[in-house]
């Protein structure tokens, strides 16, 4: 049985900002479930909630190298949904109101990266044949890995897998802590190696010393190799195109399922999609917009950001609603965003709904009451709206990037095939003239009615994506 340690920053249901934190619960445990014994370990942060704090087991204490000092690390165990999960114990770097965005997250997450590679001596009968590490704050494990560890007998065959979940961000610190807290060489400031410019990069890393990268979708793999998704780094990506795969994240179908979501109060199915409409009209209710079940809903579950195509939004706001549509946002991010949206509402409040706050509940009531789900990202790694909206039958609106395009196959009205609608530049009226032709598809029932039942048939759930990765860690072996 293979065995995998997933090195992550963030993991649901104990610390989350994105999508990250849902890929380290879910692929795991599917991963079980497929027959390997794969964990997780993770910082124990302060904002951890104590009922899970409460039920962890203390296995060990002991020092983590971080440069020339001794830092003090205690290693917790617990098990949630059948996964094993790790705990880097240490209040002094992770007594923080948030996982990262600290300026010393550069010491922060070598003293983590370290810690990983200490822990496992500690772990009992699981030795990892195979390190997976996920994003920056995990990308220098296979450089230290390889410096430090390889020498030892019972390290000498551990392999490292490296998933980029979002290249844009890079961990990107000055040269010093190379020696400082890494305990490395200056040979390591050179271009084929971390070097970055003047500073060193974790990302950068993690690329150049990983058995294996992967990204979150094939369309991203490919993305990145180019100059305007790259980051910089499209050069080395290229160069590297050997050993880089792109695996579309899926999302866990018992988590999001409206034949049984405890947050919607009418259940449905494929075959009972009819449903639905019975959530449009009170989530319309809830929301005070006017309520008709035979007016569009098109809802956005996002964070506020350009990456998210907002500026695209704000640009044809007006225009859209003049439509006979109504708009539902919920999510939080940018100020600009957030006012220009609370603005828009307030000029037209039975049409548009903005909602600023992180609320799972609503968004359950969002993905199963409205009609279509709009995400015309800038660029997407993978996404997780869209997948959760097809699940929950609402026809997903995209630009056609990365896991949107993987995911998302436009409608035809002549074969009836497809699941969503899709534009291709990311141009504000060519993403109008989309959602335009989806609300007239929208009024032709029967065909709407196809479409949905489409959305809710197509498979995200993790199977397919979990086999990937289990062939990918056999070949590293």
Known sequence: MKKVLFAVSEAHPFAKTGGLGDVAYSLPKYLRKLGVDARVILPKYSQISSNFKSKMEHIKSFTVPVGWRQKYCGLEKYNFDDVPFYFVDNEYYFEKDKPYGFFDDG???????RAVLESIRYMGDFFPDIIHCNDWHTGIIP???NEHYKKSNEYTNVKTVFSIHNLKYQGIFPKEILGELLSLGDEYFSEDKIKYYDSISFMKAGINFSDIITTVSKSYAEEIKTPFYGETLDGLLNSKNYKLYGVVNGIDYEIFNPARDLNISYK?????ITQKVRNKIELQRSLNLPENKNIPVISMVTRLVK???LDLVISIIEELLSMDIQLVILGSGDENYQDSLQYFSHIYPSKLSVNIKFDTKLASKIYSGSDMFLMPSLFEPCGI????????GTPPIVRETGGLKDTVIPFNEYTGEGNGFSFFNYDAHEMLNTIKYAVKIYHDKNMWSNISKNAMLSDNSWNNSAK??????ESLT
């Open 143 to 145: 450089v230290l890995l």
């Open 385 to 392: 709206g869209q997948l959760i909206a097809l699940r929950y």
């Open 307 to 309: 990456q998210k195509g």
């Open 268 to 272: 449905y199915n494929s075959s009972t």
């Open 468 to 473: 990937t990765y289990i062939k990918l860690y």
């Open 107 to 113: 010491e922060r997450f070598s003293f983590f990266s």
